[in-house]
Every structure is written in structure tokens, then in C-alpha cells.
């Protein structure tokens, strides 16, 4: 499936540099997908580096527990 989105992705980037379209096409590229990649990239930081959201997570998990230990 990789193969195939990067196949249709450079036959775009194709027509558009024959066109002369290239800049419009690399800058809405950008435009769409670099919100989208930044926003994943800033939250799995966040859930890496932040040990308060790992205590709430085992928090959480400990008050689910069907388990309970006397």
C-alpha cells in the first residue's frame, strides 16, 4: 500500500513540475498534512515525557481493578 501512495504522490509531483505547479503543490502538501504531523508529534512527546499523565493512567487502571485487596 506504501508503494502505491508513493507511486500516485510522485506522479503528482510530476505533473505538477511539468504544469510549472510545483510551488502550489508542495506548499498545500505542507499546508495540509504539516498541521497534522505536528499535532502527532507534539502529543506522543507530551505522553513520553510527562510522568504525571503516566500516574493518572496507573491511577485509573488501579481504581478500575475488579480485584480488591483487603
Avoid at 505522553?47 to 488501579?62: D, E, G, V, W
Wanted: overall charge positive; cysteine-free.
Amino acid at each position: 500500500m506504501g508503494l502505491g501512495v508513493a507511486g500516485v504522490l510522485l506522479t503528482l509531483i510530476i505533473a505538477a513540475a511539468q504544469v510549472h505547479l510545483l510551488f502550489k503543490f508542495i506548499l498545500a502538501f505542507v499546508l495540509v498534512w504539516g498541521p497534522i504531523f505536528a499535532v502527532l508529534a507534539w502529543a506522543t512527546r507530551r505522553a513520553l515525557r510527562n510522568p504525571a499523565l503516566k500516574n493518572q493512567a496507573r491511577k485509573q487502571r488501579k481504581a478500575k481493578s475488579p480485584i480488591r485487596v483487603l
